[in-house]
């Protein structure tokens, strides 16, 4: 029964194979059609550039699913077609040829039956592969007609709302539109009863109640849990006062939002009043964000302010802030009411100049103000030698552009180039603003990184809140490229050709493979310094290794074990890089002549951690420097000297040179102390109390005993030398110095003379100095001046035998 069992599931397994491909095959097959249908509908609409751009995204987005279908059925089967693959190829190639050895007929068959399987896997994949260009084209072309309608409507001219011709006409639109926002809509005349009314009033009072509560007190609600917060001592005050600071925004915002509920359960409004009525909501939330933000970048605390202008430039860039955000509120208020009724082409510009006008004028101060910012130093005479840090130069470029922007826009305006302004101007104020929260948050993450390590305020200055920073930059670019003027498909976009990767051969790495290959070698790295860590801690210290040794396999086990997890990541990411061994080889060529050197010294390093002729905390002596080995690496070793400097030494230099090792195997060595007597003196009494001497140093062994030698009678004294054997010789500098000292005791206890050198100086020619010989010299030169007065030495009384 089991075999029958077994048979069957091997029938099924092998049906399976041999029809999946054909149901995919199927699958595909259907999609195609309705993706052909699509494909040249969307053909059309390209060729003719005609159709509105609801259309167009329409089309785009059906595009864009069918794509990704095509996307995953280009890995359909790719297990089993590189199965396929590497059974044929494991079959050998095939005769070529009239001469050929003919094939044996059952690798013929075999060879035959794999191909068949082979081909009838890939053409779905094929199909997909063709289809899925066919499909990026498309989509590249509609995006590019989408692009250039957007490029038009910014170079497009209305009238100029300098002209009082359309003032008149812009007021009767914006009342007639705000006529038809509170009936709802052009036919609509039905009014709400009081029976209504008075049913929802109880909901509508609690709701304007509660907002209104919400509006006034939230603010001050928040300032005195901060008071209560300070009062306590609370840890990390300044994490606490940015969490309290944002109930200053969520309080008001949620009165707003509970006003808007309230008026549109009156339904007094209609649909479009109420679109209107939550958008007003939205902006009142905005506007006190952004107010939020100005009171985070120009606090009134030098502590939490984050651009440090003097206290009443603060205040005016608050006061700046708050006005540029209520003109921009106003004015896209105006432009939604007109929006809702039948506008004329002026309209918009005429209703929106004044607004604009103002927020460009309230931009043009912003930007004198932070054009002025300059890094705080104490020393003013020092401030023009003080170079300018990164956030001072991107304070000032803000504020230069802010200027720029502020000029720019009313002149577009005047021109009639509203598109443009509006494109222009608000974006650049809304990215101010952004930058600006990204600056809060900045600081709030350096301000949790100092409570977490305890850092405090000092943290503010470390890495980790810099690279917060630049985290925070990358999160908020898609922000930045909506808010000038990008569609959200083209980020979209971005991130699908992002995801697919890029190709290198026949091979994709996607960033899928990037972040596999990084999780492993972190895994592995971790593993292999957690295990140098208790080897070096725990193990080798329990065994009969010395240091070096010790060092040496932890050194070892370090670099192996970094080399199996760069290993292990790129099979784990699935990365083949044998379409890169032909390159690679050629570069090594190149590589191995211009890194010779390094290449050398990494070999040397191998060889020193493996023969170990020198370990750490050596005393060896190499090119003329001396000193103790503190460190082994793989291309160098550092030495320290007596002196106190590090010597860093290529290990090739110790592989091959000459290295003189004091302390290697043991710390026995001999030290050598001359000693030198005056003649007359008694030798063997010199002897003995020279081997007295030495015997009563400590470290001097025993076993071979100190050996004293009378070795020359001297220009000057009797030659001695002391030579012993220490027990460490790293002390060798202060037995000699000790040594040096008892000798110099006993020999004054003893009457024992230590001579010095004398020397006499005999003059050849002693005449040569005599003042009457200089003086005839000087009267046979010749006198220019006759007028000169004349000049005479008394002669000192010359030394008759010329000695001195």
Same mark, same amino acid.
């Given at each position: ?6 048979? #069957?599931?091997?029938?099924? *397994? #092998? ?180 029976? %209504? ?17 919400? &509006? ?33 925004? &969520? ?12 008026? /549109? +359960? ?38 939490? =302010? ?75 005479? #020092? ?23 502020? *000029? ?5 305006? $005047? ?7 509006? $494109? ?98 972190? &895994? ?6 957690? &295990? ?14 010395? /240091? ?62 493996? !023969? ?22 793989? @291309? ?7 002196? @106190? ?10 592989? +091959? ?63 001695? %030398?002391?030579?012993?054997?220490? @027990? ?15 000798? =110099?005791?006993?020999?004054?206890? !003893? ?54």
């Amino acid at each position: 029964m089991r075999r029958l069992l077994g048979i #069957a599931a091997a029938l099924f *397994c #092998a049906l399976w194979v041999i029809a999946a491909p054909l149901v995919a095959q199927e699958e595909l097959s259907a999609d195609l059609e309705r993706w052909s249908t699509l494909a040249q509908r969307a053909e059309t609409a390209v060729d003719l550039g005609q159709g509105s751009e609801e259309l167009f995204e329409s089309l785009r987005a059906s595009i864009a699913d069918f794509r990704t279908q095509f996307n995953a059925a280009r890995d359909l089967n790719a297990n089993r077609i590189a199965t396929l693959r590497e059974q044929i190829a494991a079959l050998g190639p095939p005769p070529e040829g009239e001469n050929a050895t003919p094939e044996a007929p059952d690798v013929a068959a075999k060879r035959e039956e794999l191909n068949e399987q082979l081909n009838t896997l890939l053409v779905p994949v094929q199909k997909a592969d063709a289809e899925y260009v066919r499909a990026d084209a498309l989509i590249a072309q509609i995006d590019q007609i989408l692009r250039e309608r957007q490029a038009d409507r910014l170079l497009q001219v209305v009238p100029t709302p300098l002209n009082p011709v359309h003032w008149q006409q812009a007021l009767t639109d914006l009342v007639q539109a705000a006529q038809l926002l509170w009936s709802g809509s052009p036919e609509s005349d039905q009014a709400v009863s009081w029976d %209504e009314l008075r049913e929802t009033l109880p909901l509508v009072l609690g709701l304007s109640l509660l907002g209104a509560v919400l &509006i006034l007190k939230g603010q001050a609600w928040s300032l005195l849990l901060v008071q209560q917060l300070q009062s306590l001592g609370a840890r990390g005050i300044g994490i606490w006062r940015f969490l309290v600071s944002l109930l200053r925004i &969520i309080l008001p915002f949620a009165g707003l939002v509970l006003l808007a509920l309230a008026a /549109i +359960s009156t339904d007094l409004f209609g649909p479009k009043g109420d679109e209107v009525i939550l958008t007003l909501a939205v902006l009142g939330g905005i506007m006190l964000g952004v107010r939020w933000v100005a009171e985070r970048v120009f606090a009134k605390d030098e502590d939490e =302010a984050l651009i440090l202008l003097p206290p009443d430039k603060r205040l005016l860039a608050r006061v700046y802030v708050n006005l540029i955000t209520v003109t921009l509120i106003l004015s896209e208020l105006v432009i939604l009411v007109l929006e809702a009724g039948y506008p004329a082409e002026a309209s918009i510009a005429a209703l929106t100049f004044p607004f604009y006008l103002a927020s460009s004028l309230v931009l043009f101060r912003i930007g004198m103000l932070l054009r002025g910012y300059h890094d705080p130093v104490n020393d003013e005479a #020092a401030l023009a030698e003080v170079r300018a840090s990164t956030l001072s130069r991107v304070v000032r470029m803000l504020g230069s552009g802010a200027v720029a922007v502020a *000029c720019i826009a009313p002149l577009l305006l $005047a021109a009639g180039y509203f598109n443009a302004a509006e $494109a222009l101007l608000p974006p650049y104020i809304m990215t101010l603003a952004l930058l600006g929260l990204v600056m809060a948050l900045q600081r709030f993450t350096a301000d949790v990184y100092g409570a977490v390590t305890g850092q405090g305020v000092a943290a503010r200055e470390a890495l980790m809140p810099v690279l917060f920073g630049m985290l925070l930059l990358i999160l908020v670019a898609p922000v930045l490229a909506l808010i000038w003027g990008a569609r959200l498909t083209d980020l979209t976009e971005l991130w699908a050709a992002f995801s697919r990767g890029f190709a290198i051969g026949e091979n994709r790495i996607s960033p899928t493979d990037f972040l596999a290959f990084a999780v492993i070698f972190a &895994i592995g790295y971790v593993l292999t310094r957690l &295990i140098q860590s208790a080897l070096r801690t725990n193990v080798l210290p329990k065994t009969r290794l010395d /240091i070096g040794g010790q060092n040496a396999i932890v050194s070892g086990l370090g670099y192996v074990g970094i080399f199996l997890a760069a290993l292990a990541a790129i099979t784990g990411a699935g990365l083949d890089l044998s379409s890169l061994a032909i390159v690679a080889g050629a570069l090594s060529v190149g590589i191995g002549f211009g890194l010779q050197n390094i290449v050398s010294n990494f070999v040397s390093g191998i060889i020193l951690l493996i !023969e170990r002729p020198i370990s750490e905390g050596d005393w060896i002596e190499v090119g003329g420097q001396m000193g103790y080995v503190r460190d082994i690496s793989v @291309r160098s070793t550092r030495i320290e000297t007596f002196d @106190r400097t590090d010597v860093i030494v290529p290990n090739a230099d110790l592989v +091959s040179g000459t290295v003189t090792n004091y302390t290697r195997g043991n710390t026995v060595g001999r030290l050598i102390v001359p000693v030198g007597v005056a003649y007359g003196s008694d030798t063997r009494k010199i002897e003995r109390i020279l081997t007295e001497v030495a015997e009563s140093q400590p470290m001097v062994l025993t076993q071979p005993g100190p050996n004293i030698l009378f070795l020359n009678f001297g220009a000057d004294s009797l030659e001695f %030398e002391i030579r012993c054997y220490l @027990r460490d010789v790293n002390w060798m500098m202060v037995v000699k110095s000790d040594i040096n000292h008892a000798i =110099a005791e006993r020999f004054a206890a !003893e009457g024992i003379e230590i001579p010095f050198a004398q020397r006499d100086i005999w003059l050849r020619n002693p005449e040569v100095l005599h003042p009457t010989q200089r003086g005839d010299a000087a009267a046979a030169k010749t006198d220019n001046s006759e007028d000169r007065p004349e000049m005479r030495t008394p002669d000192p009384d010359p030394d008759p035998e010329g000695q001195t």
